[in-house]
């Protein structure tokens, strides 16, 4: 059953790449920041992952792990794997259907 739209709130694409890399393993932000711009040649600021951490966490998304490091690591929760799958065959749809009509368009069908 697909969520409303509503319920998912405004979702980011850094919310997006976010749940992407917390869905390999738990990291700190700065390992985030890494694994997003090598997976997806995005280079993000702290401040804007910062504050997309702070937002995926109050939606129950993420969750800090425990630890003694300086460091504060993430992970996604099962709540966020749901959402992440959801968004991800929307984007499948959204990417079918756009290949679709530029073929129409450009006359390649």
């Given at each position: 059953m697909a969520r409303?739209?509503?319920?998912l709130g405004r979702f980011t694409d850094v919310a997006l790449l976010v749940l992407i890399s917390l869905a390999e393993g738990q990291k700190h932000?700065?390992?985030m920041i890494h694994d997003i711009e090598e997976f997806s040649g995005t280079a993000l600021e702290?401040?804007?992952l910062y504050g997309a951490l702070m937002r995926l966490?109050?939606?129950g998304w993420i969750e800090p792990v425990e630890t003694a490091?300086?460091?504060k690591p993430y992970r996604i929760t099962e709540s966020g794997r749901?959402?992440?799958r959801e968004q991800l065959a929307t984007l499948r749809r959204i990417e079918r259907a756009?290949?679709?009509r530029t073929a129409i368009s450009w006359g390649l069908s």
């Open positions: 409303k739209t509503s319920q932000g700065y390992r702290p401040g804007t966490e109050e939606r490091e300086r460091r749901d959402t992440l756009g290949a679709r």
